[in-house]
């Protein structure tokens, strides 16, 4: 069964400092589908990344990367320069992609206060 | 586009009563799902459809109905409303390809007294 990991319950860190939010996964299939998504405290969820499995290449935009890496099952997601509005609850998520409906599968969810 | 939007924002309900919960979206997406996220638990997938007239449970399907009658519409029922289910749910869409991003209502924060 596919099972998505976030060990890191809370974090805080002071503004313009970067942070890592790691997100490590199980599953048996060769396809799936890795996403972060974002809940500010205003409740709303807020997709911020798709990877396919069969792509490995790290991805920037703006201050927020990403580092998928195969071989230890980790999608980590890093905020450069932290601000105070991404402060959030942060959810990484696993879609298999076998035969079957491909429903999403959240980790707990990591929630990130940056301080002023 | 509105996306994918929820009605009520909040609800209070006794012990007991019924209600549905309204998800609607105008994107023409063939998948829609419930979840439902309690506080350490992430979002756990209630029910599912693949299509109108096409359902299925997911990871904690007791105590809730779905049905699809068209392809815009996927509301949920709690026949009796139990506090176990005070939560807050959010319902999402997506046009059906495996590949495809699922996207969000704003929720329903419900309480159940």
């Known amino acids: 069964a596919q099972k998505v990991t976030q060990a890191q319950t809370e974090i805080s860190v002071v503004e313009k400092e970067d942070v890592t939010l790691d997100c490590v996964y199980e599953t048996r299939d060769t396809t799936y589908y890795l996403f972060w998504y974002k809940q500010p405290p205003s409740g709303e969820l807020v997709f911020l990344i798709r990877r396919n499995s069969f792509d490995e290449q790290n991805e920037i935009s703006g201050r927020y990367s990403w580092n998928f890496q195969k071989s230890t099952s980790s999608f980590n997601f890093t905020i450069t320069a932290s601000q105070v509005v991404d402060s959030a609850v942060y959810f990484c998520?696993?879609?298999?992609?076998?035969?079957?409906?491909?429903?999403?599968?959240f980790g707990t969810g990591t929630r990130l206060t940056v301080i002023p | 586009n509105a996306g994918v939007t929820q009605t009520p924002k909040f609800q209070v309900l006794k012990t007991g009563q019924s209600m549905t919960l309204q998800c609607a979206q105008d994107?023409?997406?063939?998948?829609m799902s419930w979840y439902r996220q309690d506080p350490g638990m992430g979002l756990r997938l209630i029910h599912y459809?693949?299509?109108?007239?096409?359902?299925d449970q997911g990871e904690v399907p007791n105590g809730y109905n779905v049905s699809r009658s068209t392809t815009e519409d996927f509301p949920l029922r709690l026949l009796s409303a139990a506090p176990s289910q005070t939560s807050v749910y959010f319902c999402?869409?997506?046009?059906?390809?495996?590949?495809?991003?699922?996207?969000f209502g704003p929720g329903t924060r419900l309480t159940v007294l």
């Open positions: 994107m023409n997406h063939e998948y």
């Open positions: 999402a869409s997506r046009a059906g390809g495996r590949a495809d991003t699922q996207y």
């Open positions: 998520a696993l879609s298999e992609g076998g035969t079957g409906a491909n429903n999403l599968f």
């Open positions: 459809s693949v299509g109108a007239g096409i359902t």
